[in-house]
């Protein structure tokens, strides 16, 4: 049954099989109300999929949901326990400005978190105030809608409201509070919290409900507990070399922000790269390079690694044995990663089939790329619509020889040009966030209430393999004067 609200079937059905978790893992509250506040933005196509009224969302009972002001029949509110390795150094953590509403199931009957975050302080809260700034809210909306636009597994955003009230970081700034649609928020923090402040049978319980949740397939396997740590590593490794196929950069890998689900979640200091450097890190506190782009596979290998250690009590009884269990896993990690990342570069250069030489091809052009300091998505489609000369890398006698060598190669496939053609042209994205346009589209919108650019622009990436005439507006870099961009954490 889905809610009446003053007139409206307002479309939550919701259930909150997380709390029937042992308690440790959460604490049960409502979020803070906040005084005016306005919705900013709304993803209509994503409140249809979830069944939502979009005449309620848009009215006053509506807002008050999405603002925390109100709580929808059905949802239980609760703030999640966590731990993490944040740059290498284990903390206590757990959501200090985030609410769980509750899990939404959807008409297509799929189970999605229905999160509040920026709704007020909470027991995890560590001396922080609980909100958000409007700017970095509109940033994930922006950012995860692109990467879902992408074909990339993410958290997505519902709604943006801006609060009314004033939040203090730098500098006064204007609230927010965004609505994150996630297929759940189990993060390998959580089974580290569990496994370091829990009982082995809060561990069990909390190991039971994610594959029910997300690998309901490998409850059968024999050893069930090293099947939901291989099933991790597998979404892990599709999603890591998804992000190194696009050129996104997440800037905070901290193990609290890898998901059990193998979505990517937490969009604070991300940015996609524009001149490929696998060295490129845009966080403002990264200055080891510790999240760098070329990195992000080591260290999801790293916070993986984390997950096995949480896991030892349930893969063995026998602790030696465990750690055999879970070395020989994790082991396979570069594998997987690798399987998917080079299979998404033949893809990306029009190889259908797999031979020998291609990762050689393959490094080939990336080495080049970072040595001229060549445009990342722009050099794919140079190559998808044979235009070469339009890279800088043209005239390079490295890349002559090169071009001959992929020449070659596709000749000995069976598939026609046109083919392959078109199999670059839906690997190869027309247009990405470029840093400099999400930052336009966010500064008319924080300091002028204007939408525009920023509505516009969510239009061109919302299908960026469409290849339009309108999307190429989108695709120049940004000219020297606005580089280099740093982001900032605790947005």
Not at 214 to 240: D, F, G
Not at 247 to 276: K, Q, R, W
Not at 307 to 330: V, Y
Not at 348 to 373: P, S, Y
Request: charged share 20%; aromatic share 8%.
């Amino acid at each position: 049954m889905t809610e009446k609200q003053t007139g409206y079937e307002t479309g939550w059905n919701f259930d909150n099989s997380y709390a029937a978790l042992p308690e440790m893992l959460f604490n049960r509250m409502n979020p803070v109300s906040v005084r005016a506040p306005r919705l900013a933005i709304v993803n209509e196509p994503l409140a249809s999929s979830l069944g939502l009224n979009l005449e309620y969302l848009h009215s006053s009972d509506g807002l008050a949901v999405l603002a925390g002001n109100s709580i929808p029949e059905g949802a239980s509110p609760l703030a999640q326990a966590y731990a993490g390795h944040q740059f290498g150094s284990f903390n206590m953590l757990g959501d200090g400005r985030a609410l769980l509403l509750g899990e939404q199931i959807t008409p297509a009957g799929e189970r999605l978190d229905i999160q509040l975050k920026g709704s007020g302080r909470t027991p995890y809260s560590r001396g922080g105030d609980g909100r958000a700034a409007l700017g970095p809210m509109l940033r994930e909306y922006i950012i995860s809608e692109a990467m879902y636009g992408l074909g990339i597994p993410t958290t997505r955003s519902l709604a943006v409201v801006d609060t009314g009230q004033v939040v203090t970081r730098e500098s006064d700034l204007p609230g927010a509070i965004l609505t994150r649609v996630a297929a759940s928020h189990l993060r390998v923090g959580t089974f580290q919290y569990a496994a370091k402040w829990g009982t082995i049978e809060d561990l069990r319980a909390l190991a039971d409900y994610t594959l029910h949740r997300h690998y309901p397939e490998a409850k059968a396997e024999q050893h069930r507990y090293l099947a939901l740590l291989q099933a991790v590593l597998k979404a892990q490794a599709s999603l890591i070399a998804k992000w190194q196929l696009v050129g996104f950069v997440h800037g905070v890998m901290n193990t609290d922000n890898i998901t059990l689900s193998g979505e990517t979640i937490d969009y604070g200091p991300c940015a996609f790269i524009d001149t490929y450097d696998t060295g490129t890190v845009f966080s403002s506190i990264d200055s080891g390079g510790r999240y760098a782009f070329g990195n992000q596979p080591n260290i999801a290998a790293w916070d993986l690694s984390r997950l096995a250690e949480a896991l030892l009590p349930l893969l063995h009884d026998d602790e030696n044995q465990a750690i055999t269990l879970a070395e020989e896993a994790i082991a396979q990690f570069p594998v997987y990663f690798e399987q998917h990342f080079f299979s998404g570069m033949r893809a990306k250069l029009g190889l259908f089939n797999e031979e020998h030489e291609d990762e050689a091809l393959i490094e080939d052009l990336l080495g080049m790329m970072q040595k001229h300091g060549a445009d990342y998505t722009n050099t794919f489609l140079a190559l998808t619509y044979d235009k070469p000369e339009d890279t800088v890398l043209s005239g390079t006698t490295a890349f002559t020889e090169w071009l001959e060598r992929w020449n070659t190669r596709k000749s000995r496939q069976q598939e026609s040009d046109a083919a392959s053609q078109q199999l670059m042209r839906k690997s190869n994205p027309a247009v990405i966030p470029r840093n400099h346009r999400v930052e336009e589209a966010l500064e008319a919108a924080v300091t002028q209430g204007d939408y525009t650019k920023m509505t516009e622009l969510m239009v061109a990436l919302s299908d960026p393999y469409a290849h339009t005439a309108e999307q190429a507006e989108y695709s120049t870099p940004a000219v020297p004067s606005e580089r280099p961009f740093r982001t900032y954490c605790g947005t």
